[in-house]
Nanobody
Framework: QFAETGGGLVQPGGSLRLSCVASGFDFNMRSMAWYRQTPGSERELIARITNRDEVKYADSVSGRFTISRDNVRNTAYLQMNNLKPEDTSVYYC????????WGQGTLVTISA
């Protein structure tokens, strides 16, 4: 249902844009969100966007990350700027609240 892409290795201060193609449900009607998880930690909600384009961010990413959506392409995006080493994680998208089915995620590594 969710296919995340766009991760990679970047230096601190760099940028990445993640994409998530969703399927199997009425994308236009659902709130979408990005989550991240590091080994040994709980999955963290970092950004969400409603079907009316209302957005909300975790304090840890506010001002640096931007969530958006394309209802024609059934795709959610996460633009990540001024990346920090603590942003290193596997990033997932899902609905908000999340469904039980998760994609494989995309790995983001921030390192010099």
């Amino acid at each position: 249902q969710f296919a995340e892409t766009g991760g990679g290795l970047v230096q601190p201060g760099g940028s990445l844009r993640l994409s998530c193609v969703a399927s199997g449900f009425d994308f236009n009607m659902r709130s979408m969100a990005w989550y991240r998880q590091t080994p040994g930690s709980e999955r963290e909600l970092i950004a969400r966007i409603t079907n009316r384009d209302e957005v909300k961010y975790a304090d840890s990413v506010s001002g640096r990350f931007t969530i958006s959506r394309d209802n024609v392409r059934n795709t959610a995006y996460l633009q990540m700027n001024n990346l920090k080493p603590e942003d290193t994680s596997v990033y997932y998208c899902n609905m908000r609240p999340p469904s039980a089915s998760w994609g494989q995620g995309t790995l983001v590594t921030i390192s010099a």
